[in-house]
Every structure is written in C-alpha cells, then in structure tokens.
C-alpha cells in the first residue's frame, strides 16, 4: 500500500473514531494531492508535500510565538514521514563511506550524505555535524 493510499485509508479511520484533529490534518493532506498535476503520487512526493506543511505549520507557529512541538495537527502530519536519522548514525555513516580529507570544504559532502540518508534527515543536522568535524 503506497503512503497516498494509506492515508485515504486513516482518512476514513479517523472519521469513524471521530478524532476531529485527526481527520481535519488528513483532509488537508489529502487536499494537497488534488492540488497536484498528477492523480497517483509517489512515496517521494507525498513526503515532500508533508514536509513542506510542517515547514509551513513551524513558520506561522514561530510567528505567533508558540511552540511547533505543542501541535496536535505538526503531529498527525510527522506521524507519515520516515523515521529520521540520528546524529549518530549520521557521523558513522561519513566515518565509513566519506574521505573528509580529500575535500576542501567538508560542505563539499553534503550531497552524498543527503543523496544517502533520502527524506530521512535535515540537512541543517548535516550540515551542523559537518562543521563539526
């Protein structure tokens, strides 16, 4: 079951257990999708529009000054991402599979790390990590 499905699928969940928070943060997914060219989306799309939503959501909550991590709807919405990468297994992946010495400017990695760790990190935690080293 691709992700798109699998929310039309909580879709209908939520309606019937009545969690109005819930179904109302799903509609607006799903509201999304229709804004799109195409009818059926791919895992990759469907996670780049839930991600711009949060980013969306984070923006006007820091606006108002309330705290992202407070929100019942950025919740519902993290619920479909992937799970993310820690910091650690971020650092062991560059110790094994990057020359950080064959580079200038160790941001020169920043695109094999993402290409690797593909909507499952942030590239402001790479980057951070990076500078570190």
């Known amino acids: 079951m691709s992700l798109q499905e699998q929310i039309r699928h909580d879709l209908k969940a939520s309606m019937k257990a009545k ?76 110790a094994a599979n990057i020359d950080l010495s064959s580079v200038k400017n160790p941001m020169q990695a920043m695109k094999p790390i993402m290409n690797h760790f593909a909507g499952r990190t942030d590239g402001n935690l790479v980057k951070s990590i990076l500078e570190k080293l």
């Open 19 to 94: 969690t109005t928070t819930k179904t109302s943060a799903i509609r607006i997914i799903i509201g999304e999708f229709q804004r799109q060219p195409k009818k059926e989306l791919a895992d990759s799309e469907v996670i780049a529009i839930i991600r711009k939503l949060i980013k969306s959501e984070t923006e006007l909550l820091a606006a108002t000054g309330s705290q992202p991590e407070d929100s019942e709807y950025i919740a519902v919405l993290e619920a479909y991402l992937p799970q993310q990468a820690t910091a650690e297994e971020i650092k062991a992946w560059i």
